[in-house]
């Protein structure tokens, strides 16, 4: 057996999970990391394999123990992440994103996962007050702004919300659909419909621009909603 018999086991382990059999590719991948153990990038491709076969306990060990040599790895980290929001251990999920958003800010899929912890845990205090401290981190990046707004929202604080959504959509320059919608709501909750519909019709403009119909439609369906308010008054 020669010593990079590990590397083919590992290689041929990860072609046969990007063909869905996770089984054998599992398989494969474990008998690269028996036969070399201290191998940091075979632990992570075993990591990878469970995560991606849903084994999502087992993969978060295996990447806990490749961090524990190299922290730096913040791909490692936003996966670790992801697999203990899988497991419910949230307090340590909010933990692990902190760190990836506070090294790279613009990783929009750990922010909506943070957000995704927060919610399911209902931990959205301590995920707030992560957001506010990324803010100032990063004070141009529309989404953490556009999160606070969700989750003032979500806690009834509407005046909050409308503050943060606002802020959203001038850094975005209004040309991006969501917070321009999530603000339009945030109007209708408080009654103010003209704005409501001012705000839902830019939103049209720019989600028909991008082609999504189906934000359109519901876009359109709210409009309409705040019209019939507005007729009625």
Do not use: H
């Amino acid at each position: 057996m020669t010593t990079n018999n590990y590397v083919i086991y590992s290689d041929y382990g990860q072609v046969l999970a990007s063909k869905g059999l996770f089984d054998e590719g599992i398989e494969n991948v474990r008998r690269a990391v028996a036969i070399n153990p201290e191998w940091i990038q075979g632990r992570e491709k075993l990591a990878n394999v469970l995560q991606g076969k849903g084994l999502d306990a087992e993969a978060a060990a295996e990447f806990e123990l490749v961090l524990r040599i190299k922290p730096d790895k913040i791909d490692t980290r936003n996966n670790f992440a992801v697999a203990l929001v899988n497991i419910k251990q949230y307090d340590k999920a909010i933990e692990q994103f902190t760190r990836v958003l506070t090294e790279d800010p613009k990783r929009v899929r750990a922010l909506n996962n943070l957000y995704k912890a927060g919610v399911e845990s209902g931990k959205l205090d301590k995920v707030q007050d992560v957001i506010l401290g990324l803010q100032i981190k990063d004070p141009n990046n529309f989404e953490f702004y556009q999160k606070a707004g969700l989750i003032y929202g979500i806690q009834g604080n509407m005046d909050a919300a409308i503050v943060q959504l606002e802020k959203a959509c001038r850094l975005s320059n209004y040309q991006t659909t969501e917070p321009m919608g999530f603000l339009s709501q945030a109007y209708a909750a408080k009654k103010d419909f003209i704005r409501a519909a001012d705000m839902a019709q830019k939103a049209i403009e720019v989600a028909q621009k991008e082609n999504r119909d189906d934000i359109v439609a519901q876009l359109k369906a709210s409009l309409e909603s705040y019209q019939r308010t507005m007729k009625g008054n």
